[in-house]
Each structure stands twice: as structure tokens, then as C-alpha cells.
């Protein structure tokens, strides 16, 4: 609660401390009777909502000091619609990457990722949704060093939102997120395939620089 308490301000979506009480023991008590933590009725429930509320206060204090005063916090929709323009993407791809990338805020991937890279997941699933080419190349490079991302990073990504989108969604729907899963699994294994000559190559030179220190290493000095 504090920290929502906390997110609201930030976002400027103020929220009463009491509302977001009110709505947290709703969830928590979905059989009970409305809980208003300033009744004029209930004592117990005044004294019970005025110790909450010192609470929240105190742990709101212990959010603000651990994030050390700092709210820039960066979403990934302005990232969105720049790589959409960068790629030359219509209309519909931006507004389903946009829909994906409000979507994953329900899941941890923000935790994981930085916002550029949750963007450019998001665009590509939403090509992948919606049958729409996604380039090999943006402006002359690689799609992944034009959006600064890395492919493992975004096929991931994909992967943890098609999970996250089939849940409650139609049989026709888990179909598509299913060929969608195989074509990233597919796309993933082409992609350790293209690295495992230049893994093959850095553990040679590895071995080789071994070689060499323990070549050093076995001189037998005279006395």
C-alpha cells in the first residue's frame, strides 16, 4: 500500500491514502462488508484505520529513502513509438506494441529489462500478432544494434507475454500464441547456432593463453 501510495504521487495519479486502503482490504476481504478506515460508526474500525494509516506513512518514508529521492522513471511507450518510426511500422503495429508494453507492468518484466528492450519486445511480438513484417535491418544494421537490444533478451521477453496473454484467452487464440512460442524457439536456436563458431573460436584462444601461461609456469628455474 505505501508503495502504491508512493506511485501515485509519482505518476500524478494522486490517490487518498484512504481510497487505496479501502481498496486493498476489498481485495483482500472480497466477501466482507465495505471497511472504511475513518467510520464515525465503528470505533474499532476508526482505531483500526488510524493505526494503518501511521503505518503506511512510516513505510512510505522507508520507500522514499531506499529509492533515495529519485523518481525519473523512464517508460518504454516513448521507445515504442520511436523504433515503430525508425522501422517505418504502420499504425496498428505501434498501437498493439504500445497495448503489449502497458500489459507487461502486470508481470515482473520490468524488473528484468530496461525499457528500451521491453520496446522492442514489444514491437516485435506485435508483428508477430498481427502478421507483419519485422526487419532484419533498421537504417542499414541489424535490428538489434539499431534498437540496442539483444535478440535472447527480446525472444524472452515474447515468450514471458504470450504466457501472461493466454490466460482467459480462446482456444483459436492459444493456437496462435503456441506457433508464435515454436517460431521463438526456432529463431532462438538459429541465433546460438550463429554464436557457437565465435564461442568455439574465445575458448581457443582461451585454451591457447592457458597453454602459453602454463608453458610459462612449468620453466624450471636453475639454481
Request: proline share 4%.
Amino acid at each position: 500500500m505505501a508503495c502504491l501510495f508512493v506511485s501515485s504521487k509519482v505518476e500524478d495519479t494522486i490517490k487518498k491514502l484512504k481510497d487505496i486502503m479501502m481498496a486493498t482490504y476489498s481485495y483482500r476481504h472480497p466477501d466482507s462488508a465495505d471497511w472504511d478506515p475513518e467510520s464515525k460508526v465503528s470505533l474499532q474500525a476508526a482505531i483500526e484505520g488510524e493505526e494503518q494509516r501511521k503505518r503506511i506513512l512510516s513505510y512510505e518514508k522507508m520507500v522514499l529513502e531506499s529509492i533515495c529521492f529519485d523518481f525519473r522513471i523512464i517508460h518504454p511507450y516513448k521507445y515504442v513509438i520511436k523504433f515503430v518510426k525508425l522501422m517505418q511500422g504502420s499504425q496498428r503495429l505501434a498501437q498493439q506494441a504500445w497495448d503489449i508494453a502497458r500489459a507487461s507492468y502486470k508481470i515482473g518484466v520490468c524488473l528484468e529489462y530496461p525499457p528500451h528492450t521491453i520496446a522492442a519486445g514489444s514491437i516485435y511480438l506485435a508483428s508477430k500478432l498481427i502478421g507483419e513484417s519485422f526487419p532484419d535491418l533498421v537504417r542499414g544494421d541489424p535490428w538489434m544494434k539499431a534498437l540496442r537490444t539483444r535478440s535472447i533478451d527480446v525472444e524472452d521477453f515474447s515468450h514471458q507475454m504470450l504466457d501472461l496473454l493466454s490466460i482467459g484467452s480462446s482456444e483459436a487464440q492459444r493456437q496462435l500464441y503456441d506457433k508464435i512460442h515454436i517460431t521463438l524457439n526456432d529463431a532462438l536456436q538459429l541465433d546460438i547456432e550463429h554464436q557457437q563458431p565465435k564461442l568455439k573460436k574465445a575458448r581457443t584462444d582461451f585454451s591457447r593463453s592457458l597453454g602459453v601461461q602454463a608453458g610459462k609456469d612449468s620453466v624450471v628455474r636453475p639454481c
